[in-house]
Antibody
Framework: EVQLVESGGGLAQPGGSLRLSCVVS????????MHWVRQAPGKGLVWVSR????????IYTDSVKGRFTVSRDNAKNTLYLQMNSLRAEDTAVYYC??????????WGQGNLVTVSS | EIVMTQTPLSSPVTLGQPASISCRSS???????????LSWLQQRPGQPPRLLIY???NRFSGVPDRFSGSGAETDFTLKISRVEAEDVGVYYC????????FGQGTKLEI
């Protein structure tokens, strides 16, 4: 059974930092492209970032460029999202997901990040 | 940036009847490799999204055959042949040809 378990969310102050983790099991993590997707309360899905299987290539949505950094540790089957200079509009549930022919097939349960003073 | 526009945003449906959701992209989703990376996801209340369809019309593993996808270039459709109660939720299209973008979502309600 494929499992993606996110952690690291919580409350952060504006301008603060958080690091999300996503531990993947049940599939070959080292061969999988990975995504971060977020969903503000009551809103739709927004794609955030993608990293290729060996970590060689990363891309971001414009609103997080320069503030968020995606990385991975294939030895630990873990995906990360380092979030700096957080803003109120970054408040959302953050999901990690695996890539399947450009789609997102396996999803974690989500991790709530709240940015508030 | 590619803009994905779904219609309708809300769709009241009747159990056992068909339903259809449209997704239009602001430019062609045909990739230079010849594939069209358009997928459909379902999000039931309180759940993470679930992949239904990838590359326009390929049903993902375990997805009932009442779900089907079609379309080309900029216009795509998700059809449910006979709506069941478990189909209630929000449906999203997503493109992966030019970066990645989701549609706004369509709420399917009985």
């Amino acid at each position: 059974e494929v499992q993606l378990v996110e952690s690291g969310g919580g409350l952060a102050q504006p301008g603060g930092s958080l690091r999300l983790s996503c531990v993947v099991s049940g599939l070959s993590f080292r061969d999988s492209w990975m995504h971060w997707v977020r969903q503000a309360p009551g809103k739709g899905l927004v794609w955030v970032s993608r990293i290729k299987s060996d970590g060689s290539d990363t891309i971001y949505t414009d609103s997080v460029k320069g503030r968020f950094t995606v990385s991975r540790d294939n030895a630990k089957n873990t995906l990360y999202l380092q979030m700096n200079s957080l803003r109120a509009e970054d408040t959302a549930v953050y999901y990690c997901a695996t890539d399947w022919f450009g789609a997102t097939d396996n999803w974690g349960q989500g991790n709530l990040v709240t940015v508030s003073s | 940036e590619i803009v994905m526009t779904q219609t309708p945003l809300s769709s009241p449906v009747t159990l056992g009847q068909p339903a259809s959701i449209s997704c239009r992209s602001s430019q062609s989703l045909v990739h230079s490799d010849g594939n069209t990376y358009l997928s459909w996801l379902q999000q039931r209340p309180g759940q993470p999204p679930r992949l239904l369809i990838y590359k326009i019309s390929n049903r993902f593993s375990g997805v009932p055959d009442r779900f089907s996808g079609s379309g080309a270039e900029t216009d795509f459709t998700l059809k449910i042949s006979r709506v069941e109660a478990e189909d209630v939720g929000v449906y999203y299209c997503m493109q992966a040809t030019h970066m990645y973008t989701f549609g706004q979502g369509t709420k399917l309600e009985i």
